[in-house]
C-alpha cells in the first residue's frame, strides 16, 4: 500500500522510540499502540454519548466543529445533546461520572480507533476532553481524503498540576486573550491557569467590599465579578481551575492607592508604571491589616470555586518595614528577629484567614519557613533547590523555575527541566509531594498581540512535560510535533504564528516584507532579563511593537541552520555544504535589501547594524567553507574578533546564527 503503512509496520516492530517520530501527539500519551490501516471520515461521521454531561456535550460540540472544520465535509450531526446517545455512532463515548475540576481529578482515557468505529472510554467527562483533544490531533489526510489512523490509547497524567500563569497586571490582559489561552491550554491538556491579579501596576479584579481596590489601583482595566465568574465557567468546561494569585505584602502598590493605611510608609501612593522590585508593602504589625485581608480575602474565596489560594509572598525587599519605627517596636516587642520572621508572621496570620474559608495556601517559595503547617503549597521559582528541600519537609510543591517563558530560552531547555528528573534525590513518599509545574508568563514586556508567541508554541512542550512519562524526552521529535502542534493551535485563535508577519507588515509599512522577515527568521530577544540592561527604560505604556517584540523565541530558521551545522562537522557530508552556503547566500545578499527597506522605516533604521552583522558573518561562513581561502591563523583570528562583536546584543535582539558559524571557521582547515 502506501509508505505510511509501512512506517507503521516498523514501529510495531521497532516499539516507542520509532513510534514516537511518526504520530503527531503532544503531549505524547502514556501508552500507545499503532495499528494497519485507517478510519475514513466522512460526512456521515457522528457521535454518541453514554452518561453525558453539559461540560461534555458542550465539549464534544467544539470537538465536531474544529473536525469538520479541518475537512470542510459538512457533517450531518450539527451538535451534541442528550438525545444522541447511540452506541453504534462513529465515535462513541462512555464516561461513567461527571467530573470535578479539583487538584487530582481523574483525567485519564483510553481511546481506540478501529476501521468501523471510534470509542472513547473515561471515567470522567473531564477525561473524554482530554481525549476528544488526541483524536483532533490524530486527525491525517492523504490524497483518498481525511483519516485517523488505527491505534490503540490509554492515557494519564504524570502530574495532577500542569499550569500557566498570566500575569495580568504589569499588562492588562482581556478577556479574549484569557479565553483563546484557556482553548490552547485545554489542547495540550493543562489544567491549571494561575491568574496574577495583583501588583504593583495594577489591581485587576472587581472587590465590591473594597472598591476604591479596582476603582483607584486599575486605571479601569480590570475583570467584574460577572467577567471572573465567566473565565471560571469557560475554564471548568475545559476542566481547567483557576487559581487567583493576590500578591502580598510586597508587588501590592497598587493596594494603597485607595488603601493607604494598608502600607508601612503613608503615602500617598500611585500606580506603579515602571518595573522592579519596589517598597510599598503591607503593615504586618496593624491588626486592621488583617481585618481588611479578612474580607478581601472572604470576598475572594466566594468568589473562586477553586481549594488553591495564591498569597505571592514574593521578593519583599523590607525597606518599608526598616524605616517605619513602629514597625521596628513592634518587632522588638514580639522578639521578631529580623523581616523574615516578620513576613512568617504575617503568612501565618493569612493562612489562618484563608484556612477559616476553607482554602488552601499557596505561595512563591519565599513564604516557606520551618514550622508553618504542612498545608500550604510551595511554588518554587528562584531554583529548584526550594522545591527539593520542600518535598523533604514534608511540603506539597510545584516547578515554575526553568519554566519561565518570559526569559525567551529555547523550547528545548523548557522541555528538559523535569520536576522530578531521573537523578532527583527525593526518596518515593516525598518525590509524591512534587504536583506537577507551572510556566509562568509575566507580562512587563507583551502585549495582547504578542503575548500569544511568547506562550505558544513553547508552552505544548512544558505541558507534554508535565503530562507524559519521563522518558518522552527525545529533543528532535519534540520539535518535529510542535510545528505540527503550532499550526493546530491557531485554529483557537491564539495569535503566535499570524501575527508575525503582521507585526513586520506594520515595521515595514507595507506589504513587501521579504528582506525584513528574513533577518528576523534567525534573531531573538535577548536572553532572561538582559532586555531591561539595554539603555531603554519601559513602562507599562511603552510601545511593544518594534523589532524586538515581532522577533520570537528559540527562531526557528536559526534552529535549523544549527543543526545543519553541527551535521556537517559531525559527518563531514559535502552534500550538506550547498544547503548551508543557500542560507548564507541568502543573507549576504539580504543586506541591501535591508538598507532599503530601513530608509522608508525609520523605525527599523537601528536594526541595519544587525543585517550588516548577520552580512558580513555569513561572508565568513562562505569563506570558511570555501577551498580557495586560505584558513590561516590570521584569517581566522579576524574572524573570530568579528564573530564575538556579532555577539553583542542589538535593538535588544541577537543574531542566533553567530556560534554556527564560529564553528565552521573552527572547522576550517
Ligand atoms: C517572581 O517571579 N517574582 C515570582
Not at 499550569?163 to 495580568?168: E, K, P, S
Not at 519565599?366 to 531554583?383: A, L, T, V, Y
Not at 526553568?402 to 518515593?428: A, C, K, M, V, W
Not at 550547498?578 to 537601528?606: C, M, R, T
Amino acid at each position: 500500500m502506501r509508505i505510511k503503512v509501512i512506517f507503521i509496520l516498523t514501529f510495531l516492530i521497532s516499539g516507542l522510540a520509532n513510534a514516537q517520530t511518526e504520530i503527531n501527539l503532544m503531549p505524547y500519551p502514556a501508552e500507545i499502540t499503532v495499528g494497519n490501516g485507517q478510519f475514513i471520515l466522512t460526512n456521515e461521521f457522528n457521535i454518541g454519548i453514554t452518561n453525558g454531561t453539559q461540560r461534555l456535550f458542550d465539549g464534544t460540540t467544539r470537538f465536531l466543529r474544529r473536525l469538520d472544520g479541518r475537512a470542510g465535509l459538512f457533517f450531518n450531526q450539527n451538535y451534541l445533546g442528550n438525545t444522541d446517545n447511540h452506541k453504534n455512532a462513529k465515535l462513541l463515548i462512555q464516561i461513567s461520572r461527571e467530573g470535578i475540576v479539583e487538584l487530582n481529578e481523574d483525567e485519564s482515557y483510553e481511546l481506540q480507533i478501529t476501521g468501523d468505529q471510534i470509542v472513547l472510554t473515561s471515567e470522567t467527562d473531564i477525561g473524554a476532553i482530554r481525549g476528544l483533544e488526541t483524536l483532533l490531533q490524530l486527525l491525517d489526510a492523504d490524497k483518498q481524503g481525511y483519516f485517523f489512523p488505527l491505534i490503540d490509547i490509554r492515557d494519564e497524567p504524570r502530574f495532577p498540576w500542569r499550569g500557566l500563569l498570566i500575569d495580568v497586571c504589569r499588562r492588562w490582559m482581556p478577556m479574549e486573550v484569557i479565553k483563546r489561552n484557556l482553548d490552547g491550554m485545554a489542547a495540550v491538556k493543562m489544567n491549571v491557569l494561575h491568574l496574577h491579579l495583583t501588583e504593583d501596576q495594577g489591581f485587576r479584579i472587581e472587590s465590591k467590599v473594597y472598591p476604591k481596590l479596582h476603582e483607584l489601583g486599575s486605571n479601569g482595566d480590570y475583570f467584574t465579578q460577572i467577567e471572573m465568574k465567566e473565565i471560571i465557567s469557560y475554564a471548568n468546561d475545559r476542566g481547567i481551575r483557576i487559581v487567583p494569585e493576590f500578591d502580598i505584602p510586597g508587588h501590592a502598590t497598587s493596594w494603597f492607592v485607595g488603601y493607604p493605611e494598608l502600607a508601612s510608609a503613608p503615602g500617598p501612593y500611585e500606580i506603579e508604571t515602571g518595573y522592579g522590585i519596589k517598597n510599598p508593602t503591607m503593615n504586618p504589625t496593624k491588626e486592621s491589616t488583617y481585618e481588611f485581608l479578612d474580607n478581601f480575602l472572604g470576598e475572594m474565596a466566594a468568589l473562586f470555586p477553586d481549594a488553591y489560594m495564591h498569597i505571592g509572598g514574593d521578593e519583599n525587599n523590607g525597606k518599608q518595614w526598616d524605616a517605619n519605627p513602629e514597625i521596628q517596636a513592634y518587632m522588638k516587642k514580639n522578639a521578631i528577629a529580623d523581616n523574615h520572621k516578620l513576613q512568617s508572621y504575617f503568612n501565618s496570620r493569612i493562612l489562618d484567614i484563608l484556612n477559616k474559608y476553607g482554602k488552601n495556601m499557596m505561595g512563591w517559595d519565599e513564604i516557606f519557613q520551618p514550622g508553618i503547617s504542612k498545608d500550604i503549597m510551595i511554588q518554587s521559582w528562584r531554583g529548584k533547590e526550594a522545591l527539593i528541600a520542600s518535598a523533604q519537609k514534608g511540603y506539597k510543591a510545584i516547578l515554575s523555575n526553568g519554566y519561565y517563558i518570559d526569559l525567551i530560552q529555547p523550547t528545548s531547555f523548557h522541555y528538559l527541566n523535569d520536576p522530578l528528573s531521573e537523578d532527583s534525590p527525593l526518596r518515593p513518599e516525598e518525590a509524591q509531594l512534587i504536583l506537577g509545574g507551572e510556566a509562568a508568563m509575566w507580562s512587563e514586556v507583551v502585549t495582547p498581540e504578542t503575548i500569544d508567541s511568547r506562550i505558544w508554541p513553547r508552552t505544548a512542550a512544558i505541558a507534554e512535560r508535565l503530562w507524559s512519562p519521563g522518558a518522552i524526552k527525545d529533543v528532535d521529535d519534540m520539535y518535529r510535533r510542535l510545528e505540527v502542534i503550532s499550526i493546530q493551535l491557531e485554529e483557537l485563535g491564539l495569535l503566535h504564528e499570524r501575527n508575525y508577519e503582521m507585526m513586520l507588515r506594520r515595521l515595514a509599512g507595507g506589504r513587501d516584507i521579504k528582506a525584513l522577515k528574513t533577518l528576523t527568521d534567525v534573531i531573538e530577544p535577548v536572553k532572561i532579563y538582559e532586555r531591561h540592561n539595554q539603555g531603554i527604560t519601559f513602562t507599562t505604556f511603552s510601545p511593544y511593537t518594534r523589532l524586538v517584540d515581532a522577533a520570537r523565541p528559540d527562531a526557528k530558521i536559526a534552529r535549523e541552520f544549527r543543526n545543519l551545522v553541527d551535521d556537517f562537522i559531525e559527518t563531514g557530508d559535502l552534500a550538506l555544504t550547498q544547503d548551508i552556503k543557500g542560507y548564507l547566500l541568502l543573507w549576504v545578499e539580504n543586506h541591501a535589501a535591508f538598507i532599503e527597506l530601513a530608509e522608508k522605516s525609520p523605525i527599523l533604521k537601528d536594526a541595519v547594524k544587525l543585517s550588516l552583522d548577520l552580512s558580513n558573518l555569513s561572508k565568513i561562513g562562505l569563506q570558511a567553507l570555501s577551498s580557495s581561502v586560505d584558513h590561516d591563523a590570521g584569517w581566522k583570528k579576524e574572524a573570530s574578533i568579528m564573530l564575538e562583536a556579532a555577539k553583542e546584543p542589538r535593538m535588544e535582539c541577537e543574531l542566533m546564527v553567530v556560534s554556527a558559524v564560529q564553528k565552521l571557521v573552527e572547522n576550517s582547515r
